[in-house]
């Protein structure tokens, strides 16, 4: 069992005008100083990363993108309700910089479970037998906004439509 970040750095960069870099580590130290152990990342598949053409894990010198993009290339995003322009140059750093030492969706065996948009994207008899065929290896990519314990004051996200 790993708890890893799912890293949306490049995203929160261009939303907020910051370097991606800062973000990260930021979000990495939070969850270090809370007691967990992060060794692992997993890049967030945010719905900006693909008007963009970009891959959250392009942060990284060990996950260049698979089409063969320039890994030093500027993503510019412009607001569309104030046109206002944010840019970030990447500039892939290696993991260990950040004491990382894997991206999840890099380690060859990617069969996940993942509730985004509220809803699990596969039924758990698929994931059942993926996982007995494979050997006993599963992604699970939860995103907590989903979700609430009983008694938590927090009503969770209404689930978002598949379609839209």
């Known amino acids: 069992h790993e708890i890893a970040l799912h890293n949306n750095a490049i995203v929160a960069a261009l939303l907020q005008d910051r370097d991606p870099f800062e973000i990260l580590e930021e979000e990495l130290s939070h969850l270090r100083k809370h007691g967990f152990e992060i060794v692992g990342t997993v890049a967030h598949g945010d719905r900006l990363c693909r008007d963009l053409g970009f891959n959250n894990s392009e942060l990284f010198a060990e996950c260049p993108d698979p ?18 322009r944010t840019a970030v140059r990447l500039s892939p750093a290696p993991m260990s910089r950040f004491g990382l030492t894997h991206e999840a969706m890099v380690l060859g065996n990617v069969d996940y479970l993942s509730d985004t948009g509220g809803r699990w994207h596969r039924p758990f008899a698929d994931v059942a037998a993926a996982y007995e065929r494979d050997g006993g290896f599963l992604q699970v990519l939860a995103h907590p906004v989903w979700w609430a314990l009983g008694g938590e004051p927090f009503t ?9």
């Open 156 to 164: 969770p996200r209404p689930a978002v439509d598949p379609a839209s």
């Open 67 to 84: 089409s063969g993009r320039d890994p030093q290339r500027e993503i510019v995003r412009i607001d569309p309700v104030t046109g206002r």
